[in-house]
């Protein structure tokens, strides 16, 4: 099976996940906004990377910021993951994409299961699960499946749960998701680029590791007993720039022996050595979202010299993936490259 | 508690604790209790002088001439159980010994390819690995004689063979990776014979329940009736293969990575190779170098504590008298700094000298031809013997050659060769005359866990013991 | 397990539901919803439903202690979570151990210092129990052997205030038992991944998992281990022994 089969076999299937889905948008992480700023490397960040980013004093960056769903339909205050894309631009046309996420792990450890996972979480109708059904899981002790969201219909809830309690790796991720709630800000979340990379120090040394960015603002979300707002991320972002900048800390995990170095549904302890990498400052909303930032086309193995991919299948699988799907788009792979 | 025991007696004592036979081969062999009245009739005999049908144990004593083979035992928890030792007694026995060398198996690095789970037969049945016999002879005759004696009579009533293990000295000390091995070994003052060493004499109790330890005023209990427990000790029985093709391929990999590395030169000046061996090329006399700072010794066994420059000084050095007083001539991650500090400084001082282990090991499978390299299974048949697993075998395993918690420098790494290496995130540090050291990355894992038990090696007073339980 | 998801398991529903949908909600719903918080169920769970399932799925009481890895972080900076007894809860009783602890300052210090892998330790007394917090690198056992043959006076001097302590000193001679009695007094430190609870309590054998039994497994775990320690904690600078910081921070180790 050819790499671009694969690549197109997974961006078809998050696509069936999302019904309403429009051709020519992204196919998760459809709704975003566009942010310009700048990151500062931290004076030690360029002894553990010597990757551009890393080593020069400051840079510009764009930022996108993304509810994780593939549907067209903005639902700010449903409950669901957020994405975080940064590319670095360093100079000289260079540029290094970082995506992350407020899951700290992913669903799956491989594509083939992955691909049974998208399966699995087929939106099916949801209804509310009957009071009786919950009276009994009240009287397990157990969870009841959550509500569906004021006018959701159909959701993979269920599918995912029951897919999680088959194959145990995906449980963790499956039950965070279930429980993250909607950030107040996307300035006010905790992305995590989930994959370990491997990144080549200033004595040459190479260390596998993991990055996050933490909001310097802190971590905030949502009263989940109050009714869901369908749109204010976006303005919220505004008026937050618009009085000052919002920033965003990098730190980075050194993995050791015995961690899954490239399974990203093990998210690592926090007890690893953790780098302060740098800063990230936003300043503002981009002005054409969709020339400079809805058509760009980020790439978690766009990396420079420096920092490579892992053996992660999930971050291997994701090169193609995405450029399979930015062709399909039409989005420009990198202003930068010519291309 | 040693105070009312009488004065201390070596020959109640197996024979195979305080000393080495210096055999050329031994025989495991590994057994399951299934008739206990029949398996304690058969090690009373054992422990009793043996007789035509059963190989005596044999004690601790000098002798002017060697007998034709010797025979030991250890027994694992389950074996104590097995033959009927009562729930009050066994509990006495200390935890690690009771839950077993499987589940401990995290804490020895024993993940991964070492896992319990990957350890072909007898050793994937811990439950039934009962007691471990060793034969040592100089020749495969006597081994098999004494082999057809355990597989009759009350042995073969009382006892099922559950496998063996064979191993055998094929160039002196040598083993697989080409080191001398069998140099250094704890002494104590109660054995008079003992070649003096010029290294510290170790207290009685480092080896043997009942006696004082290394520990200032710390005593281990020693399981009751006294005759069970006292002069009694524990055995870390391992089996550990050796890869060495990789370890040799390491070795390429790395002195090529010195050729290109301009510091290279100051590891070993160009010129120099000749200290290392007689008509040696760099590369060659480079992979010697980085052989010798991953042990601590030169393959012929001199230490770079004491000739840090060559492998044969002029004059010749002592093999064992030796600390690590000047820092630098030995690597802090070195294999045999790591599982013994000697008087070096460590982190944890009150430790010092009390960790101390007693190593009998002999190789098995065939030897390595560097010129036909392949990988047929070849390792060490290892025991690490001392009065506490815990404070000793484990600690040494759990703090030093892994974890590296001796000394700061070597933190957050493990022994380069017996370490629970992941190449992907290993390293050791060798070190140069002037400035920083040289990381080595890289290091895959060297020695892989293929078996083992934790056993305890009785007194002989302490098999009669056994054998006379009352029937269950 | 984060604070947060903990909560929300336990809160059982997530409760988005009713005010914010009203008029699609009827009454039994809206009841259910809130029943979690109503006292009769809150009395229900505790008398009637808890004891039940402990019964029906037991779980067994965790071992304390961090739990055992091979990777160098999760073997620096570990946590000892001690909770003893007091023999005399009362005021003297409690003014007695602190006398002990006062009197022994030197021993302890120097104790510590030899012992070389300790970067914090400190008494508490809280309630009817003298704690004692420490965190500390690699073996606990041997943290505990080294600190015996330091300080094993100051040891029996403490361990006899507390209940069951006689059995255990003087604690050089009884090194092996005094071990396994503080790692039983040790705090269980609950996974920080959710799901590794649920795998812990299938001792990681069955493959299968049912994430909507946390909130039981939690509650049944917290009934056979009352006190534990919510996950393995921050740490500022993870990764670290004591010595490595000494010799960083260049004021000798």
């Known amino acids: ?339 | 508690m040693s105070a009312m025991q009488g004065a201390f007696d070596p020959s109640e004592l197996q024979g195979n604790i305080l000393r080495g036979y210096r055999r050329a081969a031994v025989r495991y062999a590994v057994f399951e209790v299934v008739k206990p009245v029949a398996a304690r009739r058969w090690l009373g005999r054992s422990a009793s002088g043996g007789d035509a049908e059963v190989p005596a144990v044999t004690p601790e004593r000098s002798w002017s001439v060697r007998p034709d083979y010797c025979f030991n035992v250890g027994l694992t928890f389950a074996g104590l159980r097995a033959l009927g030792l009562g729930a009050a007694m066994l509990a006495q026995f200390p935890g690690e010994f009771a839950a077993g060398m499987v589940r401990r198996a995290v804490k020895l690095g024993d993940v991964g390819t070492s896992a319990p789970e990957c350890w072909p037969a007898p050793f994937d049945q811990p439950a039934r690995v009962h007691l471990v016999a060793a034969i040592y002879a100089d020749d495969g005759a006597h081994l098999d004689a004494v082999q057809r004696l355990l597989e009759q009579g009350d042995a073969a009533q009382g006892l099922r063979l559950m496998g063996i293990r064979n191993g055998g000295n094929f160039d002196g000390d040598f083993v697989h990776f080409g080191y001398r091995d069998n140099i250094s070994q704890p002494r104590f003052a109660e054995i008079a014979e003992h070649a003096d060493l010029g290294e510290p004499i170790a207290p009685l109790g480092m080896a043997l329940l009942g006696h004082s330890t290394g520990l200032e005023g710390v005593s281990w209990r020693v399981p009751q009736p006294s005759v069970l427990g006292h002069n009694g000790c524990f055995n870390a029985f391992r089996i550990l293969a050796q890869d060495v093709a990789g370890f040799e391929g390491y070795l390429d990999q790395t002195a090529e990575q010195l050729l290109a590395d301009p510091r290279g030169a100051v590891l070993l000046p160009p010129g120099d190779e000749g200290r290392i061996g007689a008509g040696l090329t760099r590369r060659a006399a480079l992979r010697e170098v980085v052989a010798a700072a991953l042990c601590g010794r030169w393959r012929n066994g001199v230490p770079l504590a004491l000739s840090p420059e060559t492998p044969n000084p002029e004059p010749a050095v002592s093999l064992t008298a030796f600390d690590y007083t000047d820092d630098r001539r030995c690597p802090v991650g070195a294999h045999i700094r790591r599982s013994n500090p000697r008087g070096a400084k460590i982190v944890q001082r009150v430790a010092s000298h009390t960790r101390r282990l007693i190593r009998r090991g002999m190789p098995y499978g065939p030897r390595f031809d560097p010129d036909r390299p392949d990988h047929v299974e070849r390792g060490l048949l290892g025991n690490f013997i001392g009065a506490s697993l815990g404070a000793q075998f484990e600690a040494v395993m759990y703090d030093w050659v892994n974890l590296g918690l001796q000394d700061p420098r070597i933190t957050g790494s493990n022994d380069p060769i017996l370490g629970v290496n992941d190449p992907a995130t290993s390293w050791f540090d060798l070190p140069l005359r002037d400035g920083k050291p040289i990381r080595l990355a890289g290091l895959p894992r060297f020695v892989t866990t293929r078996g083992g038990a934790y056993l305890f090696l009785p007194s002989l007073p302490a098999l009669k013991f056994l054998a006379s339980l009352s029937p269950v | 397990m984060s604070i947060r998801s903990a909560s929300a398991a336990l809160r059982l529903v997530r409760l988005r539901g009713a005010e914010a949908m009203s008029g699609s909600v009827g009454w039994l719903e809206r009841v259910v919803d809130r029943l979690p918080d109503s006292p009769v169920f809150q009395f229900l769970a505790r008398h009637v439903l808890v004891p039940f399932w402990a019964w029906r799925t037991p779980v067994a009481v965790a071992e304390g202690g961090p739990v055992m890895t091979i990777a160098p972080g999760d073997n620096v900076q570990r946590m000892m979570n001690l909770v003893m007894k007091l023999k005399d809860p009362s005021p003297i009783g409690r003014a007695k151990a602190a006398l002990a602890i006062a009197q022994n300052v030197d021993e302890i210090y120097a104790g510590l210092n030899n012992v070389g892998t300790v970067h914090f330790a400190r008494f508490v007394l809280v309630g009817d129990h003298l704690c004692m917090f420490s965190v500390y690198d690699g073996d606990f056992t041997n943290y505990i052997r080294d600190f015996i043959a330091t300080i094993g006076s100051v040891f029996d001097a403490v361990v006899a205030l507390i209940d069951g302590g006689d059995a255990v000193i003087p604690t050089e001679q009884n090194v092996e038992a005094f071990i396994d009695w503080v790692h039983a007094r040790d705090l269980y430190q609950v996974p920080d991944l959710a799901t590794d609870l649920l795998n812990q309590q299938r001792d990681g054998s069955a493959t299968e998992t049912d994430i909507r039994r946390l909130p039981r497994a939690l509650i049944l775990q917290l009934q056979a281990n009352p006190n534990v320690s919510l996950g393995s904690g921050y740490r500022a600078y993870p990764g670290f022994s004591a010595a490595q910081l000494r010799h960083r921070l260049e004021v000798g180790w």
């Not at chain 1, 078809?12 to 310009?36: K, L, M, Y």
């Not at chain 1, 792990?105 to 992955?114: H, R």
């Not at chain 1, 999680?164 to 709630?181: D, K, T």
């Open chain 1, 1 to 339: 099976m050819g790499e671009a089969t694969i690549a197109q076999r997974l961006v078809e299937a998050v696509r069936s996940d999302f019904p309403d889905h429009q051709p020519g948008t992204r196919p998760v992480h459809t709704v975003g906004i566009g942010v310009s700023g700048t990151f500062m490397a931290s004076e030690v960040a360029g002894q553990f990377c010597i990757a551009a980013p890393f080593r020069a004093a400051q840079m510009p960056v764009l930022v996108r910021f993304s509810n994780g769903s593939g549907s067209p339909v903005e639902h700010d205050g449903w409950s669901d993951v957020r994405g975080m894309a940064t590319r670095f631009l360093p100079g000289d046309g260079a540029a290094m994409d970082m995506l992350a996420m407020t899951l700290p792990e992913f669903f799956t450890p491989n594509v083939d299961a992955f691909l049974q996972f998208t399966k699995a979480a087929m939106p099916q109708s949801v209804e509310r699960e009957s009071p009786w059904r919950k009276l009994i899981d009240m009287l397990r002790l157990e969870l009841p499946l959550p509500d569906p969201e004021p006018g959701e219909t159909m959701n993979g809830s269920a599918g995912m749960m029951a897919y999680a309690n088959r194959h145990g790796f995906a449980g963790e991720a499956v039950f965070r998701a279930g429980m993250i709630g909607a950030p107040v800000s996307y300035a006010r979340a905790t992305y995590h680029a989930v994959h370990c990379f491997i990144v080549t120090g200033a004595d040459g040394v190479r260390r596998p590791v993991r990055f996050s960015w933490q909001p310097v603002s802190g971590v905030r979300t949502t009263d989940p007993t109050a009714p869901a707002i369908d749109r204010y991320l976006h303005e919220e972002l505004r008026a937050r720039l618009a009085q000052g900048s919002a920033q965003f800390m990098l730190m980075m995990s050194v993995g050791e022996g015995g961690d899954a170095l490239n399974d990203p549904t093990r998210p690592w302890p926090a007890k690893r050595t953790r780098v302060a990498m740098g800063m990230l400052s936003l300043a503002q909303v981009v002005a054409d979202q969709l020339a400079d930032c809805e058509r760009v086309g980020f790439n978690p193995c766009r990396l420079l010299p420096g920092i490579a991919v892992s053996d992660d299948p999930i971050l291997r699988a994701r090169r193609d993936a995405y450029e399979y799907s930015q062709r399909e788009r039409g989005a420009t792979p990198c202003p930068f490259a010519g291309g």
